[in-house]
């Protein structure tokens, strides 16, 4: 077998690895999901499990992929062998599989936009209805959607190291500077301030047990943990470096672009008269209108879905590389094999997600809406997936991960990998491992169960 590749450098890794987590999740999915949860007071609970709960994981995904310099499931194997922890690994490859599923689907949406917008067809419309009508269509969101899968077989056929690490070091600090751009624009529209109210204003009798469970479920998503997309990066770091102070940028990034996106958002959502709580369409439709009131809109709107559509491309990447390190290392399919039929496989999946509200419409639920009290919502199968992923999977799959590391592999190896065999001193580590030794089990299998009626 080859060689292992490695990222290069520090920077390279923090990239990396906050190009997986910075994603759609952070600019289409933090700002419904906030909306449709109340705002300010979820904000509050976001932050509190992004650190409490969300770090902890993320150290132990990474303690787990840099110690066995392994794949998700080769990983358990190699720690334990002859047991049936890589189970947790399974559950993994699998969960990519249905995250990878709806979110080439909302990148494919992505690209339309660019599309629509280099074509002069986006600006001056009315974009609910522009948007409503583009993704209850039967073709062209099915084109996109294609589309975007072939420039994910691209990169990671390409070998996502080499190519990843350069350009994710290049494309993060440009979203950012875009995202500022837009929050300026976006907090001096008329009316802005209700906006900003709604995002920082707590008000918690909008807090309940689902509510919580949503908040432990968009930090898993948008931090990429809970089901080896860390491990397998991980396993790329070299042993130098420091996986804390690693862990801690990419949560702190990942954070800060979710909440300059809430900024650039809620404003425009209140300026025009958009329900905070419409959706995955909630950026589709409010976006647009920002850009309609500045001077070179549309260069703006095309620049905009083009890094939306790149930030989606930089975490699929990372969705489809779980797979086909596992089918490489574990299957021994050539990297060339492994791409094409897991690409292939996903896609197909997708399609029953692209396909949600035009041919596949009839197959939904209705079930009790979050936020207007008595209020239903209908899920589509897009909807089932992403709260099977996000809601059911990730979290479990976070739960195995931190017991896997507190109660199996133990403290002293955890702690050793953590510090680098003892070069690097902190009393964090004791606390840390604390923590996922009892804490975050305990507090996740609580949300988990009490957010799915349980309990
Ligand atoms: N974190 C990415 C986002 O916020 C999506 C993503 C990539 C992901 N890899 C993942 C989500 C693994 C869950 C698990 O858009």
């Given at each position: 077998m080859e060689k292992r590749e490695q990222f290069g450098s520090t920077i390279g890794v923090i990239a990396a690895t906050a190009g997986s987590a910075i994603g759609l999740g952070n600019i289409w999915r933090f700002p419904y999901v906030t909306g449709e949860n109340g705002g300010a007071a979820f904000l509050l609970i976001y932050i509190v499990l992004m650190l409490g709960i969300g770090v902890p994981v993320m150290l132990s995904e990474m303690i787990i992929g840099r110690k066995s310099q392994s794949n998700a499931i080769g990983s358990f194997k190699k720690l334990v062998p002859q047991s049936y922890w890589w189970l947790i690994g399974l559950m993994g490859v699998f969960a990519s599989f249905i995250i990878l599923a709806f979110y080439s689907t909302v990148a494919g949406w992505t690209l339309h936009y660019v599309y629509s917008s280099v074509s002069h067809n986006l600006l001056g419309q009315n974009y609910e209805v522009f948007f409503l009508d583009f993704k209850d269509s039967s073709l062209m969101p099915v084109i996109w959607h294609i589309v975007f899968m072939i420039f994910t077989v691209f990169i990671v056929l390409a070998g996502v190291k080499k190519g990843i690490e350069k350009y994710t070091k290049l494309l993060m600090p440009l979203l950012f500077l875009l995202i500022i751009i837009l929050c300026l624009r976006s907090v001096t529209l008329p009316g802005a301030s209700k906006g900003l109210e709604f995002l920082f204003r707590p008000d918690f009798s909008k807090i309940d047990a689902n509510a919580i469970l949503a908040a432990l479920g968009q930090a898993f998503f948008s931090l990429s943990i809970g089901m080896g997309t860390v491990i397998t990066y991980a396993s790329y770091i070299q042993k130098k470096e420091n996986l804390g102070k690693i862990a801690l940028s990419v949560t702190f990034a990942d954070f800060a672009l979710a909440l300059l996106a809430g900024i650039m958002i809620f404003p425009a959502v209140f300026a025009f008269g958009i329900?905070?709580?419409?959706?995955?369409g909630l950026v589709f439709m409010t976006i647009p209108s920002i850009f309609e009131q500045i001077p070179f809109g549309n260069i703006f709107a095309i620049i905009f879905f083009l890094l939306l559509a790149i930030a989606a491309l930089t975490s699929s990447i990372s969705l489809l590389e779980v797979v086909v390190a596992y089918a490489v290392e574990?299957?021994?399919?050539k990297r060339r094999s492994a791409t094409i039929i897991s690409a292939i496989l996903a896609t197909m999946m997708g399609l029953f997600c692209t396909l949600s509200w035009s041919t596949?419409?009839?197959f939904n639920i209705n079930v009790a809406s979050d936020c207007d009290l008595g209020g239903t919502k209908t899920m589509y199968f897009f909807d089932m997936m992403d709260f099977m992923a996000s809601n059911i999977l990730l979290p479990l799959g976070g739960m195995l991960i931190v017991i896997f590391v507190g109660w199996?592999?133990?403290k002293k190896k955890a702690i050793m990998e953590l510090s680098n065999e003892n070069k690097l001193k902190s009393k964090l580590f004791d606390l840390v491992f604390f923590i996922i030794k009892y804490i975050a089990p305990i507090a996740i299998a609580f949300v988990f169960l009490k957010g799915i009626n349980v309990i």
């Open positions: 329900e905070p709580s419409s959706g995955p574990e299957l021994n399919l596949f419409k009839n199996k592999l133990g």
